[in-house]
């Protein structure tokens, strides 16, 4: 099975685009722009009236309908091309299965895609699929996005679409920090849509309200042998920190619109620890809370150990908030695609992300977006899978988006 899409999306996991650590002027690693450079070329293929890139290597490019010539119905269409640092995006080898059967999926002598564990994959019965090693992530994240947005321009009639069409493809949304790589004086559209889902089941017009927390501790380091009633261990002190943050509260024990706190790195030894968090809750007011609870932990160990100074401090930062404020205030966004479910007779269903993307951003910095499905599943991990059926159907989705 070789259509478009497929070639397009094969070709765009070939560059590992894994993001790393945010820098000032320039796209985290070199590779985005090397696929940037790629998919440039591709665009010019269809003749767009602005392309342009940036420092960042975030590509933006328009093309005009003759039905909206002055781009006042404008639409945007968003993917980035970076990919988790969660797992390898390192010497990626998909692999196509042609009508999935519902049987467990070998990926490699360790590692199976079994339905029992991933109920998911009975969504894609008959379907094609692309499937990793078992020793990579997959790509599909937001390369399936990008995918679909190309097969989008593929079918795009500048004749008959009654939207012209603007497309951002950024860079680091895995690190949080692409749409301040946007040169928003830039963009035409007074609205846009982020490509970047899983099941396109789901219409997506909420995420998570998402914080950033660093925990610093300042610990004492006294030789071991004489250490009694003068060390303070700040690995032990960051330990305790972390296990009075409620244990139901985390990721792993919480589901649906419940929120959490999530340990994403702990580095240091006796004199100096820090544990790096994320923060998460639809509800504002929730997410404010779990701040204050930390805030409160914090304050009683330094009252225990009355040392004087804080030996722990925290860092709090917001990321971005809940899309759902900027979308109710633009309700024509969510319903025009809900408009294109029903012409082509789709089930939907509304889905509040447990997570963020582009738009989240964007929404609160003049540009509301929803987000739509890709059919990319278990992303960030060896698990991952793109069904290729579901992605072709999201092409219809939008070229309906487009005419109407």
Do not use: W
Request: glycine share 6%; net charge negative; aromatic share 10%.
């Amino acid at each position: 099975m070789k259509n478009n899409f497929v070639c397009n999306f094969l070709k765009y996991v070939s560059f590992d685009t894994t993001a790393g650590e945010p820098q000032e002027n320039k796209a985290s690693c070199e590779n985005q722009y090397v696929l940037g450079h790629y998919l440039v070329e591709q665009l010019k293929k269809y003749n767009p009236d602005i392309l342009e890139t940036n420092k960042f290597g975030t590509i933006h490019a328009v093309f005009k309908s003759k039905q909206d010539s002055d781009l006042k119905n404008s639409i945007c269409l968003l993917a980035h091309m970076d990919t988790s640092p969660s797992c390898s995006g390192f010497n990626i080898k998909p692999r196509i299965i042609e009508k999935y059967d519902g049987k467990v999926i070998k990926l490699n002598d360790a590692t199976s895609l079994n339905p029992n564990e991933f109920p998911s994959l009975n969504r894609c019965l008959g379907h094609s699929l692309i499937v990793t090693d078992g020793t990579t992530l997959l790509g599909g994240d937001d390369k399936a996005g990008i995918a679909i947005i190309m097969d989008l321009l593929t079918n795009f009639d500048r004749n008959t679409f009654k939207h012209s069409l603007e497309i951002l493809f950024t860079t680091d949304e895995e690190i949080g920090v692409d749409a301040f790589h946007v040169d928003l004086d830039k963009l035409v559209s007074k609205y846009g849509y982020t490509i970047d889902g899983g099941d396109i089941l789901y219409i997506s017009n909420e995420n998570f309200n998402a914080y950033s927390m660093v925990v610093t501790v300042k610990g004492i380091s006294i030789h071991p042998g004489s250490a009694k009633d003068k060390m303070i261990n700040a690995i032990n002190v960051a330990m305790d920190f972390h296990n009075k943050l409620p244990k139901d509260q985390r990721p792993e024990h919480t589901e649906h619109k419940q929120g959490f706190y999530h340990l994403l790195d702990i580095k240091g030894n006796e004199e100096l620890t820090t544990l790096t968090y994320i923060i998460r809750d639809f509800d504002l007011k929730e997410l404010h809370k779990k701040i204050d609870y930390a805030k409160q932990i914090a304050q009683n160990i330094n009252k225990t150990y009355n040392k004087g100074y804080d030996i722990v401090e925290l860092s709090i930062e917001e990321t971005y908030l809940n899309m759902k404020e900027a979308l109710d205030k633009n309700p024509h966004i969510v319903q025009n695609v809900i408009n294109s479910y029903k012409r082509l007779n789709l089930e939907y269903k509304m889905e509040a992300i447990r997570g963020g993307t582009t738009g989240a951003h964007l929404s609160f910095m003049g540009l509301p977006c929803a987000n739509l499905g890709t059919g990319d599943y278990n992303c960030h991990g060896r698990y991952e899978f793109v069904d290729v059926d579901q992605a072709l159907k999201m092409v219809e989705v939008l070229i309906d988006l487009f005419n109407n």
